[in-house]
């Protein structure tokens, strides 16, 4: 069975911080890896996706794989109210997306 | 921007009834999903379809559960015969190709209430 770890949380920031998330994965031949964004009794949606090691920016975010260390981050500059969330990271296993349980996140304004 | 479309957005439904979930995919997507998503846990696999047959089905598809695309456009998931424990999100999912560069996007969603 694959499977992708992360915090639950809640994670907790101030308007305006830095929210760093995390998440490993145990499948060393994954290649494909997204962040989703999940509101309350609502569908995942896609915020990021990085396939390579390294650093991917956009916008507020970034996202940071090392393959090595089987690992891949969320990092979200300004944190806003709107924020406040479960961030799903998930790992392409087979054609098929494995989720991680998420982690809330709270931005306290 | 293309959606994923799922009908209904909520359905009740009494233990021992079978249900249809429907879905419409992106019209050029070529691999479909289910998933599911028991209140406060995490999001699951449940089937993937491509070319008019599943490609992969996880434990949880067992023999209450089947897949079809019965039209082009339709992609539908039917629960034959529900159990309480069945209650939960179902997420309809569809990708251009493999997923691995184009992602995946996800349907708004049914809740199944099985009661």
């Known amino acids: 069975q694959k499977e992708v770890e992360q915090n639950s949380g809640p994670l907790s920031v101030p308007e305006g911080a830095i929210a760093s998330l995390n998440c490993t994965y145990s499948?060393?031949?994954?290649?494909?890896f997204f962040w989703y964004r999940q509101y309350s009794g609502k569908s995942p949606e896609l915020i990021m996706s990085?396939?390579?090691?390294g650093d991917k920016e956009d916008g507020r975010f970034t996202a940071q794989l090392n393959k090595a260390s089987q690992y891949v981050s969320l990092l979200i500059r300004d944190s806003q109210p709107s924020d406040s969330a479960t961030y799903l990271c998930?790992?392409?296993?087979?054609?098929?997306?494995?989720f991680g349980a998420g982690t809330i996140l709270r931005v306290k304004s | 921007e293309p959606e994923v479309t799922q009908t209904p957005s909520h359905q009740v439904t009494q233990m021992g009834q079978e249900v249809i979930l429907r879905c419409v995919p992106i019209?050029?997507?070529?691999?479909f999903y289910w998933y599911r998503q028991i209140l406060g846990q995490k999001v699951e696999f449940l089937v993937s379809?491509?070319?008019?047959?599943?490609?992969?089905k996880s434990e949880i598809f067992d023999d209450q559960f089947s897949v079809e695309r019965p039209d082009g456009s339709n992609f539908t998931l039917k629960i034959r015969s529900t159990k309480l424990e069945d209650s939960a999100m179902y997420f309809c999912?569809?990708?251009?190709?493999?997923?691995?560069?184009?992602?995946?996007?996800f349907g708004s969603g049914t809740r199944l209430t099985v009661v």
């Open positions: 999912a569809s990708t251009l190709w493999e997923g691995e560069v184009y992602g995946y996007t």
């Open positions: 499948d060393r031949g994954s290649q494909s």
């Open positions: 990085i396939y390579s090691n």
């Open positions: 998930a790992v392409v296993f087979r054609n098929k997306l494995v």
């Open positions: 019209s050029n997507h070529l691999y």
């Open positions: 379809f491509y070319n008019n047959e599943i490609s992969e």
